[in-house]
């Protein structure tokens, strides 16, 4: 019986972590690209107005989803590091994840250019929600294939898996608000992933 | 006579994995960039069916491509994996390869347009059929230079091979059906992506 | 009390200079973006004439904004190569670094589009400060968590910092000339920039 | 007298050599986002007439800027690997390389979109000069710097510097050749890469 093609394909943790590094960094610096120079301005007065109007209002969506980028590329990255080599099921787990960063600028535009629709709120919590399910199924497949380091105890695995499901719980009520006001919504998805950046030491998240 | 620059040039396989790296980080997060946010939409409705009548129609090919270029992405990597070092005709082999990939976005930017032409089906054919063909010519070369691990056993590199030439049968097959009708084709070829994914382990694609 | 994710994540200095490199790099490719190829054009008169008033008039502002990224990275580079080992919260630093050099190619296409506006130079220079305050910051909390080699001496600690303020204060000073004339604090920020890479051996900025 | 920066700034090969993969990655894959794919065609007919008159002519630059950026690459790679160290003037050198590599996608558009224009053909050619000045510049800098590894012979050195200029002695010839007809020098120019990377071993060119 011949040698089957997947027992040795898609192996190196590293080419996996460069690849994902030049995925993040054209996804983050694609986002910027929904940020247009207006184009016609007659006096000072003019181009602060067009900023104010035109520009200003796209940076929050845009600011949160490179904060939202970071996260996800600091979280990935702390599993890859985890991780003794990779298999063939573990790189098409975390093309998947790719795929979910590469759809990031789009959700980003859509609800900068329709921040009052919800369904534009919707989408961009499905992206998301995708890109935590990935990370969440990327862990437990490690954990049962043992590919994770012995270094990396129960606890921290744990403490890995936890944090997913804390965030995504929280993610899913913030969205869920944008029945009441999109705005409310996007406020407090940006105040979740600026909580999970500066990680303070108090309250149901510091379990997180 | 003097030293040719050809003995020496173009040694370094790190640095050929990492532009390759580079390029298929660029070509798989461009894809994204033919989905375009409506831009106009009055009301929930009418996002709804700005969504569903722009932008769903071309998700298909869109992650079509993706699965195509994360597989030649696998594929490539795995016979990098396998090589000693390069040689500077190597080197150029894979820059023909990188060509091939860079074109992607817009045959599948063609394909997406145009679904229903039989010539948009050709070309991105013709595109596969590119990716397998350099792959195969690559790993002919490295085997008649003896440029590929003693571990690489001779099992492993029929079953290198046998996969490309199997699978551009199949492609080719597939495509071939866009004369019946156009959608066929492409949900073959989807199918035949998913397939060379999930690798199930029965039927004939089990040897390949 | 269980493990904490703050404890491990972020911790790879590796990933962070790949990630950094792949936000310079395209970061740097998207600035030519800007430089549109004149599109109707009758005659080789008509084309010079649309290369000298549209294309270049944008070289300025295009030249500097490459220079500057230039120099931000080496400046990034330097400190990176003088750290032990990366924290969470060195991590988060840096992104906000990346999250800088992305909205570069913007003030960048601002200040080709309007020059003769000081809220565009306004604008670019404080795309310039952040630049600088982030990395001064980097600096200070690697002292302070002593994350930073030995073979860094307390000197070169000082010379860095001292780069960092002295050229900041001078980038100020240049871009409030705007006041007077925004194309004289265009020059004065270039011929800066062009100090800062020839870095001559006279004169105040030869302590720097 | 204190420590000054620029002894100990910008010493990394290995990032030089990343941020160098990066930029031409995405130099590249921008390359083909002058391909436009044609958006009306109501029939196959039309759309095979609009690939052969708006697509095909555009594919000759394209594919000529695709060899040169390979060839610019693989030199630039086998210099670099040819290197001990980097220090901060070589570092600004190979930045200034990047520069003229990321005006490539620019260079190319202008002669595609106007190739009977003698203009377009003398700014390509430009920016083909740039490319092969500062690896030039680079090199002797190396060699007088004494950055260069012990292994690589004088000979060696001899045969990389000999290469630059007689191929950028044969791409001014064949740039010239415009005055007579523009699409003689494009067609001498794609000659030359083609002969660059396929190396025969006969005539004046094997020597270099």
Same mark, same amino acid.
Do not use: Q, Y
């Given at each position: 019986m011949p040698t089957r093609y997947? %027992? #040795?394909?898609? &192996?190196s943790l590293d080419r996996l972590a460069a690849l994902s590094d030049g995925v993040f960094a054209v996804a983050m610096t694609l986002l !910027? $690209?929904? $940020?247009? !120079?207006?184009?016609?301005? *007659? &006096?000072e007065h003019d181009l602060l107005h067009a900023l104010l109007h035109q520009v200003a209002p796209r940076l929050l969506p845009y600011a949160m989803s490179f904060l939202t980028l970071g996260i996800f590329w600091v979280g990935q990255q702390t599993q890859l590091e985890s991780f003794t080599r990779s298999t063939r099921a573990l790189t098409w787990i975390h093309l998947s994840f790719l795929l979910a960063v590469t759809v990031m600028p789009f959700s980003t535009a859509l609800l900068a250019e329709h921040?009052? #629709?919800r369904l534009s709120m919707a989408v961009y919590w499905l992206n998301l929600f995708g890109l935590g399910l990935v990370l969440f199924v990327s862990l437990r497949y490690a954990d049962r294939a043992r590919l994770? %380091? *012995? *270094?990396?105890t129960e606890d921290m695995r744990a403490a890995l898996k936890r944090r997913i499901v804390v965030y995504q719980v929280l993610y899913a009520l913030a969205a869920l608000t944008c029945v009441v006001n999109t705005y409310l919504a996007l406020g407090l998805l940006v105040a979740l992933q600026l909580n999970s950046v500066i990680a303070p030491q108090v309250g149901i998240l510091d379990r997180a």
């Open positions: 997947h %027992r #040795f394909a898609g &192996s !910027v $690209l929904d $940020l247009k !120079v207006p184009s016609a301005a *007659e &006096s921040t009052t #629709f994770i %380091r *012995e *270094e990396t």
